[in-house]
């Protein structure tokens, strides 16, 4: 089985499905919403552990646990899929990284 350390971002994705490309300075109603994993670092993790190798992830989120909710929620997704994140750092006082698609 492969140990693999990823070293990078992890991100709350918030993915709004319209019906067309929005045009300029219109607000636009979204007919569908999902919110996931992302970042380049976490969803190579989440791959390697699907694929039935060990993933170990470093990811610098904001902190500390149970004052940034969005990495409160990253990190429990990440733990849902079998990606270790012991090592990922919690900066006090700092966002974690979120992203509107």
Same mark, same amino acid.
């Given at each position: ?28 109603? &979204?007919? #569908?919403?999902?919110?996931? !994993? +992302?970042?380049?670092?976490?969803? $190579? &993790?989440? #791959?390697?552990?699907?694929? !039935? +190798?060990?993933?170990?992830?470093? $990811?610098?989120l904001g902190g500390p646990a149970g004052e940034d909710a969005i990495g409160d929620r990253i990190l429990a997704m ?24």
């Amino acid at each position: 089985m492969a140990n693999i350390l990823c070293i990078g971002a992890s991100v709350l994705d918030e993915i709004f499905r319209v019906e067309e490309f929005p045009q300029r300075d219109i607000k636009m109603r &979204a007919n #569908a919403f999902l919110t996931t !994993g +992302g970042g380049c670092a976490a969803n $190579a &993790a989440v #791959a390697i552990a699907r694929l !039935g +190798g060990r993933a170990r992830l470093v $990811a610098p989120l904001g902190g500390p646990a149970g004052e940034d909710a969005i990495g409160d929620r990253i990190l429990a997704m990440l733990a849902k899929e079998g990606v270790d994140c012991s090592m990922s750092v919690r900066c006090p006082g700092a966002p974690s990284p979120i992203s509107a698609i």
